[in-house]
């Protein structure tokens, strides 16, 4: 098939080959150089070929620097290869030691040389001061996501234009899933051996991953977070993925985190509507949770994403919601209550799709998009965005990629303009439950939204948290819309007004263009 | 003191004489005639006066009807009388046997004639139909409350008066703390031995537990339940309540669930604002949670009201959610998502108060009060009202009780009313996430509320739920602030409009009065 070729050639292309990737078949002792900290160290390993190596070779590593031990899994990947894959986390020395059920892949040790990050790399994104997120270096990570959940199943032309599309989009995360979607154009390979109707869930088919993690690497090198959807509910009786049996289910689980969980851009989604996959129930979600986060040895991130019924995102195993609704994302205080609730970083996954979807969940204009995401904000949450507009062989975004048609997308890069301007630690609701619409960081940092509004002036009163007498603010008018920014003359002065807030000692109002979608940003002096 | 005679005399006048009160001495079986179902049965026995009977001698009576047995917690009430109160669940005889480590305490054995329910009692409310509440014998609870925290703290005259308010009042729950409350009048008994600065935190004072129990029932005569608050953090430095040594709180929350589990109007409220609590910790209302459910033998409802931070209502010790929250009020989306998340009934009960308190938390309308209720219920929530307008003494509703000044109680008695005559199972949100503001059940009993909004007509429109071409439908416009229902002449017949709607037949509108707070009752015909 022509798409394996292309996709051999592509993974040279993407600079796999900056990985240890030669099989190593001598029992000696031997080094491996180059890694790079949160890059990918991996050690390859001839192997046995008979019988079904995915079901009857175990392989793992224990690799120790210091006091430091990881126990990292291996797995297959088909032509006699066995490997291992670490994203070291120190630089330095990590000594290696293998453990295997077969012999020859037992006790095989060695040592990674690992270097110093390279210019674009921050490390994994984490969950940060509760609410938020940081790449490991402390760099912030200021969440702007979108969906295509079968991008990768189209074909390398189509690929390579949802690239380009995200060169030029805002998007620091995509969501898109492992499975195929049986409602939207799909093209092999396929997870599994096989074709529909027939696969063995027995065999994976190496070269799909490859395919995967070759696009896994070009967003990490768009510094594009790769949300991974773990199962969903569209498989459409076509491939049997969303119903497959327990012990299946536990090896793909297994072997996805042996095989991607170096990536340092991977999270978790366990599922897309999780309520919505009629095979499955919530206590198989909890299960796979904890399969995921006992395999995966680096802790990336995980969450799930529901329909109509949330997930307890109190359990330990989640590290943020993530969460579908438009109504949530149209008030604040709807969106905060999450927050409060979970005391979770709050991702608004899915807030509704810009376009012109007959179902009523993707017909957002691409204003109400954007403010979905300033809303967002506000309630001290993250957004992501979707597109439903078909193209000319209606496809649309959310499911194949390609490219985008919307008015949002360019909006959406001003605003994460204004939020990598913004506090580095986050923006946190100010005044929860009184209806301000204000967030950021008291004393030093205000956002308000007015959203749908079109006022024709705001009183300039603060409340009080942070605030004393004569602190100094300026104030920007942001049209979110027409991009603007702008910056008034005056400094406002400030005065305890009451036990609550303080104003502008003058009592000045700030004069505002009576459209809509105007932000205010007040920040210290 | 002048009250602690009142209270003994009040007792009587209660007619806690329908009890078993007796003390018994003699070793021998004794039947016990009269108790009511869901009633109070109770068991009195002499016993040791020597050393501190509060901490030295242990009582409980397992109590056994054919296959079931209960273990009931007994209590030592002074004076060398020790009892057990035991509430059963069904009529016939039950058989007890007590347990002591005291010899002349253990051991006593007898039985209890147990006949069929009075007119008013339907015995305790527990959790229907997921969101909702149910007596034992299957009739509706439609929870209105209201708080008074410290009315009980107050003279026998105010307490009466107090009464006097609930029985003119639509509330059928009461949020009550059991320790006083430093900011608003106070009055002798304390729960404790002692006097403020001078407490024995090993005697509990059975002359309180006495005029709290009158008033328990009450209230219980009354048909309305008792929020039984737990602790809170108003101590005020007067008591030391809310920093008592950990074997006292053990000690606290066991005797007051030996006295007062059997009155089945009890609930209990594990603490209010417990994350105001500065001396305690989550982990400790996590506990409190525990001993309380494993001491109650009637699993009595159980919730904690928060101040900022929600408590994991999803903890499975919860029964359902008490919330306090001004902005969770104002919309029904927001107030839904609480019933999304802990899938438990959702009591809003604090949704700010009705009055003209100095502090932005107690300055509703009567309008605005009334309003939340509404919201609440288009939530599928319920609500409970409060009130602060000083009387002549300083006083308010909400801290010591006396009589209500306000202008919602009328209105939330014509809301009442409504709720009644609703559906037994409960209101639902129909629709949800997309605004649609209505409530009940679908194809059956909707409720569309307006709030402030003052819309001249209402399109006919219904979501598909439950719906089919040809049914009929009858209309009722409810002013829900001048206590009007206004039945509209019109018959409306039901035609699929799309795929989400069905519409009026002939494309009628619902004229409307451009006023604010208008609902709609809209019944199948």
Not at 123 to 152: C, E, L
Not at 234 to 254: C, I
Not at 295 to 300: C, I, L, M, S, V
Request: with cysteine; aromatic share 14%; proline share 6%.
């Amino acid at each position: 098939m022509a798409g394996t070729e292309i996709t051999r050639r592509r993974l040279y292309w993407l600079g796999l080959a900056a990985m240890a990737v030669s099989a190593e078949g001598a029992p000696a002792k031997r080094a491996i150089g180059g890694a790079e900290r949160w890059g990918i160290a991996e050690l390859a390993f001839k192997g046995p070929q008979v019988g079904n190596p995915f079901l009857d070779v175990s392989l793992s590593a224990d690799i120790r620097q210091n006091s430091q031990s990881i126990t990292v899994p291996g797995f297959y990947d088909g032509d006699g290869i066995y490997r291992v894959r670490f994203s070291p986390p120190t630089e330095g020395i990590w000594h290696y030691v293998t453990k295997s059920n077969t012999a020859e892949l037992n006790g095989r040790e060695g040592s990674i040389h690992v270097h110093a990050l390279s210019r674009n790399n921050h490390g994994p994104v984490r969950v940060a001061n509760q609410f938020h997120f940081a790449y490991a270096d402390g760099t912030p990570y200021k969440q702007i996501g979108t969906t295509s959940y079968a991008w990768t199943y189209q074909s390398d032309a189509i690929c390579a234009t949802t690239l380009k599309t995200l060169d030029g989009s805002p998007f620091n995360k995509i969501r898109m899933a492992v499975f195929p979607n049986g409602s939207v154009h799909f093209e092999p390979p396929y997870p599994f051996e096989g074709s529909p109707g027939h696969f063995d869930l027995e065999r994976f088919n190496p070269i799909f991953f490859r395919r995967f993690e070759a696009y896994l690497k070009a967003l990490q090198d768009r510094q594009i977070e790769a949300d991974i959807i773990l199962f969903h509910p569209y498989d459409g009786d076509k491939f049997g993925f969303d119903n497959l049996p327990t012990a299946a289910d536990e090896r793909y689980l297994r072997y996805v985190v042996a095989r991607l969980s170096a990536f340092r851009n991977v999270w978790w989604s366990m599922a897309n509507e999780y309520d919505a996959m009629k095979y499955k129930t919530e206590a198989d979600f909890d299960r796979f949770f904890q399969i995921v986060q006992s395999a995966d040895p680096y802790g990336r991130l995980r969450s799930i994403h529901h329909m109509h019924k949330f997930y307890d995102n109190n359990k330990p195993w989640v590290t943020h919601a993530s969460i579908q609704s438009g109504a949530i994302a149209k008030d604040d205080e709807r969106a905060s209550i999450l927050r409060d609730i979970w005391r979770k970083p709050v991702i608004l996954d899915e807030v509704q799709y810009e376009g012109t979807c007959p179902y009523r969940w993707g017909q957002l204009s691409g204003e109400e998009m954007v403010s979905r995401f300033w809303v967002g904000t506000i309630a001290g949450a993250y957004v992501g965005h979707g597109e439903y507009i078909e193209n000319e062989n209606q496809a649309v975004w959310v499911g194949t990629g390609g490219k985008l048609h919307g008015t949002s997308a360019s909006r959406i890069a001003f605003f994460r303009k204004v939020l990598e301007q913004g506090p580095k630690q986050g923006i946190d609701v100010i005044d929860k439950w009184y209806d301000r619409h204000l967030a950021g960081v008291p004393g030093e940092y205000y956002l308000h939204y007015f959203g749908k509004e079109t006022p024709q002036s705001w009183n300039f009163v603060l409340p009080q948290e942070g605030l004393k007498d004569d602190m100094q603010f300026a104030v920007e008018i942001l049209d979110t819309w027409n991009m603007t920014v702008t910056k008034l003359p005056d400094v406002f002065v400030l005065k305890r007004k009451d036990q609550y807030d303080f104003a502008d000692t003058l009592g000045r109002s700030i004069p505002l263009p009576a459209k809509p979608w105007i932000a205010l940003r007040i920040t210290r002096v």
